[in-house]
């Protein structure tokens, strides 16, 4: 019900466009998310967004320097990933997370309900 797209390779200080289509019945009652997995390590946060998309949250390493969006009328939710380093290598996924919408967004994995298959990114110095 998740696919994303637009994963590659990519050099220090490239930018890359993340997209996740969703296939869920009223896509704009889920929040979304996006988390990765770098070689040898465990799944982490990346980004999250709210319903209609006017909160947001970040990882502090991407702080500033990744964007997550939402177009509900598509039903797309979007990284746009700028100053690529080395350490952004990993797989991403896209979740959503079925919640009220005026409670808190959720860094945690295991409160998403739905997972796309993940896209690698390569970041090479």
Known sequence: QLVESGGGSAQTGDSL???CSASL??????FMGWFRQPPGKEREFVAAIN????????????????????????????LQMNNLRPEDTAVYYCAADLRPPRTKISSIAR???????????????
Not at 25 to 30: A, E, H, I, K
């Open 17 to 19: 466009r993340l997209s």
């Open 25 to 30: 019945r009223t896509f704009s009652s889920y």
């Open 111 to 125: 409160e998403y309900d739905f997972w796309g298959q993940g896209t690698q990114v390569t970041v090479s110095s």
């Open 51 to 78: 319903w209609n998309g006017e909160k947001t949250i970040y990882q502090e390493s991407v702080r500033g320097r990744f964007t997550i969006s939402r177009d509900n009328a598509k039903n797309m939710v979007y």
